[in-house]
């Protein structure tokens, strides 16, 4: 049975110029120029993990521009204005079309997610499976990879609905499991990367990225690592889980909102760009931001500023229009966030509605506002009304982020969206993609 899952069959390292300092020499590879997983499944080397924790934040970033771009369509964030008529034809439904599952939108994430995924499952074996480090540095690199495997989930069942969790075994791959399956795998993913992280001494013996400036040590990383738990509590509908794991990560009230880890870009040989940066005012090629983002705004809204801009003429492709477009990256190298403090601010006043703690999600969704120039809340203090706000700040301050699709999805809301032409519809999910032979 030939599927995505099976083909990712190498450890597919990514490796590129300018990424990350690490040693670039392999020992007892059996193909130098193609390493192969019996090559570090066993007795590896610390320079072959060290390859290995490259790899993983390499492809993190795979197929993170359709993924945004796709879920943005399908819940009326943006259009994709380019020379793919999928774009606006499949996600919105047009003339009551269904979504393909063979085309890029539903196979370029899912494997994008599933390399990440199986080059942290490889660098897990392969730990286990060799004495060239002691057992705190081998705590160091299962925290990181569980922590990675598990956000890497989060983002297929955000997606897709559900996740396949077990591909150890290339031949013989495990079934696909249900949304609230997987977010369980990935509580206990993260739940073994606390222990591991907290057993794991000062340091890390692997090099990370820039873009984890200030998250590298085994200290720092787990305060990412156990946003990630907060988050997927969030997602579970326990509130008072998430509370607590959320206390232990990078969440600071007072705080700058931008910290937090970033998937960085550069335009070396194998590296990649972000492909959700658009030149201003370009025509063909452009994500147009969808009039409803506009028109619902709060007035002085600072995101609405910093975020779009106002098109120099506007443009239409396929009956649809939009005055906006896209201001969110200012080059094709700049950092995208993966879990900045303002989304874990969010996180922290969901958590507490799910908890009914009322007054402190107040106060964290003021943080919010009052950033973004808007503002203390002035509405009703009920849970009903602070999830509608909380929603509201989500859209505005993770707008263009893969996040609208997912949220109004885990809260029934996805029918309140606009149709933009007689005969769309509305989808909130991507399909599982044909090869996987479901």
């Not at 390493?35 to 197929?63: F, H, W, Y």
């Not at 120099?312 to 993966?338: A, R, V």
Request: hydrophobic content about 35%; glycine content about 10%; charged content about 20%.
């Amino acid at each position: 049975m030939k599927n995505i899952i099976k083909q990712i069959t190498t450890i597919g390292l990514a490796l590129f110029a300018g990424f990350v300092v690490v040693s670039c020499s392999f020992e007892e590879v059996i193909d130098p120029n193609g390493p192969s997983v019996d090559g570090v499944a066993s007795n590896a080397s610390k320079g072959q993990l060290n390859e290995l924790v490259v790899g993983i934040e390499s492809t993190s970033r795979n197929g993170l521009a359709i993924e945004t771009t796709a879920s943005g369509t399908m819940s009326r964030e943006l259009y994709l204005f380019d020379a793919d008529p999928r774009n606006t034809g499949d996600l919105l439904g047009k003339n009551g079309i269904g979504l393909d599952n063979n085309s890029f939108y539903s196979t370029t994430q899912w494997a994008g997610n599933y390399r990440c995924i199986k080059n942290a499952n490889i660098l897990i074996e392969a730990v286990q499976n060799t004495d060239a480090v002691t057992e705190p540095e081998a705590n160091g690199y299962l925290g990181f990879a569980k922590t990675m495997l598990a956000y890497e989930m989060v983002q297929i069942v955000k997606s897709y609905g559900a996740a396949r969790l077990d591909i150890s075994d290339l031949d013989n791959l495990g079934p696909i499991e249900d949304a609230d399956t997987a977010l369980q795998f990935a509580a206990n993913l993260l739940s073994e990367a606390n222990s591991h992280l907290n057993n794991s001494g000062g340091s890390f013996v692997f090099d990370l990225s820039s873009g984890f400036s200030g998250f590298n040590t085994p200290e720092t990383f787990n305060q990412f690592s156990q946003g990630v738990a907060g988050m997927v509590q969030v997602y579970l509908g326990n509130g008072g889980s998430a509370i607590t794991m959320l206390n232990n990560s990078h969440l600071n009230l007072d705080g700058d909102l931008n910290n937090g880890p970033k998937h960085i870009f550069g335009l070396g040989s194998g590296d990649q760009s972000n492909g959700l940066f658009k030149v201003d005012g370009l025509n063909g090629d452009q994500i147009i931001v969808h009039n409803s983002f506009i028109d619902d705004a709060d007035a002085n809204d600072s995101r609405v500023t910093s975020k779009t801009n106002l098109r120099p003429d506007p443009q239409s492709q396929d009956d649809l229009n939009g005055l906006f477009e896209t201001d969110l990256y200012e080059t094709n190298t700049s950092p995208i966030d993966i879990l900045r403090n303002e989304e874990l601010i969010l996180l922290w006043a969901e958590a507490n509605i799910l908890a009914g703690s009322t007054g402190p999600a107040e106060d964290a969704l003021n943080v919010v506002r009052n950033a973004a120039g808007v503002g203390d809340y002035a509405g009703n203090s009920d849970a009903a009304s602070l999830t509608a706000e909380m929603l509201k700040q989500r859209r505005y301050s993770l707008w263009c982020e893969n996040h609208r699709m997912y949220d109004l999805r885990r809260y029934d809301l996805s029918n309140t969206l606009p149709i933009d032409r007689p005969g769309d519809q509305i989808f909130n999910k991507l399909p599982i993609p044909l090869s996987e032979n479901i």
